[in-house]
């Protein structure tokens, strides 16, 4: 009997329906496709062509089958009750990375189950051995404060702060990317993992090993796009409030600033700038001059960005032609609603569709772009629905149960596309959520609309580290959170400034929120429009914060060169700015745990204060020297020691 075959450097192996394919997609990489009744599909949803490898080989026998792309081997054997091929895949060093459970004798389980959707397609489900010294990380954004990633359940779907980027780096030396945008969920059991997809055509994932996680970051890269370079814009401090309604009082914000002599990069035009959701375009009450505002801006030194979002109004200028032209996502059933808010009804624009994406892209060029805008604000990129009814809707390509994960990654591309097309060297755009390969379409990602709570910040801190893992290096919150902050609260104000010191040391240095008590708003006409939030500039918090926050914007400033440096290298190597402690340390245990420090690079070790009224931390040190760089003070690492952090410090340690 042959179950095996090799065709060029693909490893094929087929029975009772299913053709499984395994073969080399770049250095110490390999892709598995799995598919039944059927040819595997070549989707790339976030998959680029890949690099050409040489040190391949492939060895087929009757019932066993292995094929090596550099240091990593899949051998698959045929289990001689089920007739189907057990995958393992190992090392240079013979150890085992990631196993398939085995069909358990009597218990007849599948490793890859196909569940038949009567009429359609599958469900699916994969899963591996668990391995009980094995930490997991990455995997995106999730609200938790939770790094490593083992014993837990997660959701492969997207929600207001909640980026599910389903690739994961495994202390043993692997990377493991699930290369499938379907709504789902991943276990990463102590006795299994399991990857659960609610409706897809194939089994597809990408899997790469290296002994430093820096390997893993790099092939990641190599197989999903880099970053682009990072303009010089997005090194220095971004100010941003919900929401500057008109074009004066937006111009007087940055004129304050320069008055004050503050450095300053970016300002943000926040969202309802518009008349309508879907309108693309600015209000000419409220901005009646919005080259000249651009303008201004520019001359001192600012770049404006402008937030844009994807949802049409059924009474935007715009919703009559893109439904008539089938650019709008569509409700499987029932009212075309995807999204109420502020009094309208809305649909979202079909970001997988290339014509809506070339539609949209003309409306913000003409109007934004062409009077001077270089960087737009996609909020709301997962989108963001009223009730998460993932089986509701559909896209383009597909069910947005069976391929919704990825309008966000889409959604990037159609403005990476049109700003490319338009000129643009080096575009880098603001959402609000990211899939695998977002970071090639100029992606910067925050965290979304979270709270201001010290347990939310803490939060933010695991989410930024995990980002970073997950191949998405640039990465922001909204410093202070940006619900439920009141100016005037000395509570408040104490969590902003810890908040702002945390900011410093990340990729993007911007302060956002929506500061009560909030602004009313009206027309000339006397119709409300959406509020304002309260003042939130950095001589927003009291006298007595004032200098702390200027003195945080002015390091950042100094430490321009060194982000720049940073910058580069997760353009040429795929390295997060923010790495966990096991990232930079994968051989000291002690680090392997460690969620309320970082290093920001090789260079600083960060401890932000993440608990009120705290004057001081603990701090583990790895083996070596560090200074503080407050103090000057020269420590000996291996230990963890007692850091001074009254209200004016954030500990930071930079390693000699």
Not at 106 to 118: D, G, I, Q
Not at 172 to 179: A, K, T, V
Not at 391 to 414: D, E, L, T, W
Request: charged fraction near 25%; glycine fraction near 8%.
């Amino acid at each position: 009997m042959k179950y095996f075959e090799q065709q060029g450097q693909q490893l094929i192996f087929r029975n009772l329906g299913e053709t499984l394919i395994v073969e080399p997609w770049g250095p110490d990489s390999l892709r598995v496709r799995s598919v039944m009744m059927g040819e595997a599909e070549d989707t790339r949803y976030a998959l680029l062509d890949p690099l050409p490898v040489q040190d391949v080989e492939i060895c087929v026998e009757a019932e066993k089958a292995s094929i090596r792309c550099g240091r990593l081997t899949a051998r698959l054997d045929v289990d001689n009750w089920r007739r189907v091929a057990h995958v393992v895949f190992v090392n240079q060093r013979g150890e085992v990375l990631l196993e398939e459970t085995t069909a358990g004798g009597a218990l007849v389980l599948k490793a890859r189950k196909f569940e038949p959707h009567l009429g359609g397609d599958y469900a699916l489900t994969a899963t591996f051995k668990g391995q009980e010294d094995e930490r997991i990380y990455g995997m995106g954004q999730y609200q938790e404060e939770i790094l490593d990633w083992k014993g837990c359940t997660l959701e492969l779907a997207h929600r207001n702060s909640q980026a599910s980027v389903p690739f994961c780096y495994s202390s043993r030396g692997y990377g493991f990317l699930w290369h499938n945008p379907a709504i789902g969920s991943v276990s990463f059991g102590k006795n299994r993992t399991t990857w659960h997809a609610q409706s897809c055509r194939q089994l597809d994932y990408w899997i790469t090993c290296g002994d430093r996680p820096e390997e893993i970051s790099l092939n990641y890269a190599r197989a999903t796009g880099f970053a682009p370079v990072m303009p010089e814009y997005g090194l220095g401090f971004w100010q941003c409030k919900l929401r500057y309604w008109n074009q004066e009082q937006l111009l007087n914000v940055a004129r304050e600033y320069k008055r004050r002599g503050l450095p300053i990069d970016v300002i943000v035009c926040d969202f309802f700038h518009w008349p309508r959701m879907g309108d693309f375009r600015f209000d000419e009450e409220f901005f009646p001059d919005p080259a000249a505002m651009v303008k201004e801006l520019n001359d001192m030194g600012i770049e404006l960005m402008v937030s844009v979002w994807p949802q049409i109004s059924h009474e935007s200028e715009n919703y009559e032609e893109m439904r008539q032209q089938n650019l709008l996502v569509r409700a499987e059933y029932g009212e075309q609603i995807g999204m109420r808010f502020n009094g309208d009804n809305s649909i979202f624009y079909d970001a997988t569709n290339p014509r809506a994406r070339e539609y949209v892209w003309q409306k913000c060029k003409k109007n934004y772009y062409d009077k001077g805008v270089r960087i737009f604000w996609l909020d709301e990129a997962e989108p963001e629905y009223s009730d998460y009814d993932y089986k509701a809707f559909r896209y383009h390509i597909g069910s947005n149960q069976q391929i919704g994960n990825v309008y966000p990654q889409m959604y990037a591309r159609g403005f990476w596309d049109g700003m490319k097309d338009a000129g643009m060297e080096h575009p880098v755009n603001l959402l609000r959520c990211a899939w695998a390969g977002s970071q090639r379409y100029g992606a910067l990602v925050w965290s979304g609309d979270i709270f201001s709570s010290w347990e939310d910040f803490r939060k933010q801190v695991c989410a930024g580290l995990s980002m970073g893992v997950a191949g998405i290096p640039w990465w922001t919150t909204d410093i202070g959170g940006f619900h439920a902050g009141k100016t005037t609260d000395p509570a408040f104000r104490e969590l902003l400034v810890r908040w702002f010191q945390w900011g410093c040391y990340c990729p993007v240095m911007r302060l956002h929120g929506d500061r009560s008590p909030a602004e009313k708003v009206f027309r000339a006409n006397g119709e409300r429009m959406l509020n304002s939030g309260s003042d939130n500039e950095v001589w927003s918090f009291g006298d007595e914060n004032y200098p702390i926050l200027e003195k945080y914007l002015r390091r950042r400033e100094e430490m321009r060169p060194y982000v720049r440096s940073l910058m580069q290298e997760a353009h040429e190597t795929g390295k997060p700015l923010l790495r966990g402690m096991f990232y930079e340390f994968p051989e000291d245990a002690q680090c392997a745990q460690l969620k309320d420090q970082y290093m920001f690079g090789g260079k600083y070790l960060v401890a932000p204060v993440m608990q009120p009224g705290a004057v001081s931390r603990s701090v583990y040190l790895p083996n070596g020297q560090w200074r503080n760089v407050d103090t000057g003070e020269v420590l000996q690492g291996g230990r963890c020691v007692d850091a001074p952090a009254p209200i004016d410090v954030i500990p930071v340690f930079e390693k000699l």
